[in-house]
């Protein structure tokens, strides 16, 4: 976000009756307006979870409150609401019964977007035979994701138990490669969180890199290019019940780039990179609310998404980042509805989207494609804006008051994944607040909604 509309988007959150020109505010104005009289909401919601909602398996007792006002007094949600987490490790089933049970609300299943969930939508991988590295039911997410040739590290390592030497305890010297049976070629790893054991998972994916997917073998080269990587959630650190942040699946991922940029001298490459904060996790979730909505007999647009979270790094740069797509593409659509002349100007390089290729981009090589569906519901017209709400119960806090983020210090350190830029602008929040109960107070100051 720009300063000038990072300064626009500040003065609407405070309700301020300066002059400061605001290009959004009209079209809240109209919102509001909308909202009163049609008395459904033209906005929607996307929550994160750990942080926001909870720390670990304690639930925050404002995001209990918060939910209430967000529910009837039939205990139905009133505004359409979709919870994006970057957790990789359950089934979407699971998070939403979890939710469900810990927020007193009923929540369905699809309202709950994983970090692995747009994974579904990219179907030439879908029949690869694919290694699959994290924790919890990883065979059986992958299958409901779409994939149909599944193996694990724990398989892997069976197999070829030489392979795994790191523990003393765990290693099975009698074993050797001509005791191991042959393995079909591995054509690409999925990369669902942080596993159990880094060490075995960082030895095995490398040398299923370093062979090629055949791991029998021992190539006298390094493989180039390496067989295809698709990394899900970019979190360096999370929050659960300690009072410090902990390493999360981008702490794994760090370690695995710059093991293989240390063994191979290249750079290891991602085909798909998803989770907050990347672009098509984004586009997910707006489709999965905008369904919701219709469930809810919402028909018109919902304009306005506010994104809830705790992390800079990814939730605000992830809303920030995908509210400059927003904004590319209704100017686009405005140009072409109207007669162009000489005083229209392009939308320009900053807010085009990048789906493919380049840093910060999702895909990092022009072949992958999405499902011809998704390409359609993509084009659609969608959301406005969105804004980015900053809580202070997670990896983000401020000790004794609340404060904007308003210093270039405050944002020195890149957290975020190397393959996205490090932006201030896009780290700094559309309004800073302590906790999810006050920003769904100010959400409904600003929409009039009650």
């Known amino acids: 976000m720009g300063s000038v509309g990072r300064l626009a988007s500040r003065t609407l959150f405070r309700a301020s009756t300066s002059n400061i020109y605001c290009p959004h505010r009209r079209r809240l104005s109209l919102s509001r307006h909308h909202c009163q009289e049609q008395s459904l909401p033209s906005f929607g919601l996307l929550f994160d979870i750990d942080g926001v909602l909870k720390r670990g398996k304690t639930v925050l007792p404002e995001a209990k409150e ?17 919870f994006i987490t970057n957790a990789g490790n359950s089934l979407r089933e699971q998070k939403a019964s979890e939710l469900g049970d810990i927020l007193e609300v009923p929540i369905s299943p699809d309202q709950v977007v994983m970090s692995h969930s747009p994974l579904r939508i990219l179907p030439q991988f879908h029949d690869k035979h694919v290694l699959v590295s994290g924790q919890g039911p990883v065979v059986e997410i992958a299958n409901m994701l779409g994939f149909t040739k599944v193996i694990t590290i724990e398989e892997v390592r069976d197999l070829f138990p030489h392979l795994d030497c790191v523990s003393h305890k765990r290693r099975r010297p009698s074993s050797s490669p001509s005791t191991e049976r042959v393995l079909p070629p591995i054509e690409a790893i999925v990369l669902f969180g942080e596993p159990v054991r880094w060490e075995t998972n960082l030895q095995l994916i490398l040398d299923v890199l370093m062979t090629d997917g055949q791991l029998e073998l021992k190539p006298l080269t390094v493989p180039r290019p390496h067989i295809p990587i698709l990394g899900c959630n970019m979190d360096l650190l999370w929050m659960a ?30 085909e ?3 989770g907050k904060p990347s672009q098509i996790t984004y586009h997910y979730a707006e489709h999965v609310l905008k369904q919701q909505a219709r469930t809810m007999g919402i028909q018109q647009s919902v304009r306005t998404l506010y994104a809830i979270g705790d992390n800079p790094m990814t939730d605000i740069y992830g809303a920030n980042l995908y509210n400059h797509y927003l904004t590319y593409m209704n100017m686009s659509r405005v140009k072409k509805s109207i007669s162009i002349g000489s005083s229209m100007n392009d939308p320009g390089d900053k807010y085009r989207p990048s789906l493919n290729g380049g840093p910060g981009s999702d895909f990092h090589d022009s072949s992958v494609n999405l499902d011809k569906d998704w390409n359609d519901i993509i084009a659609e017209e969608g959301a406005e ?18 404060e904007k983020i ?6 020195d350190l890149d957290h975020g994944h190397r393959d996205f830029k490090h932006d201030t602008d896009l780290l700094r929040p559309s309004m800073e607040v302590q906790d999810v109960l006050e920003a769904i107070e100010e959400i409904f100051k600003i929409e009039k909604f009650s």
């Open 385 to 402: 804006s969105i804004e980015s709400i900053l809580v202070c119960t997670g990896v983000y806090s401020k000790r004794d008051s609340v």
């Open 406 to 411: 308003e210093r270039d210090s405050d944002l």
């Open 241 to 270: 019940e300690a009072h410090l942040p902990r390493l999360g699946h981008g702490s794994f991922l760090l370690c695995l780039e710059a093991l293989y940029k240390k063994v191979t001298g290249h750079d290891l490459r991602y």
């Open 66 to 82: 918060a939910f209430r006002l967000l529910t009837n007094d039939k205990g139905k949600m009133r505004i359409p609401t979709v």
């Open 272 to 274: 798909v990179l998803t």
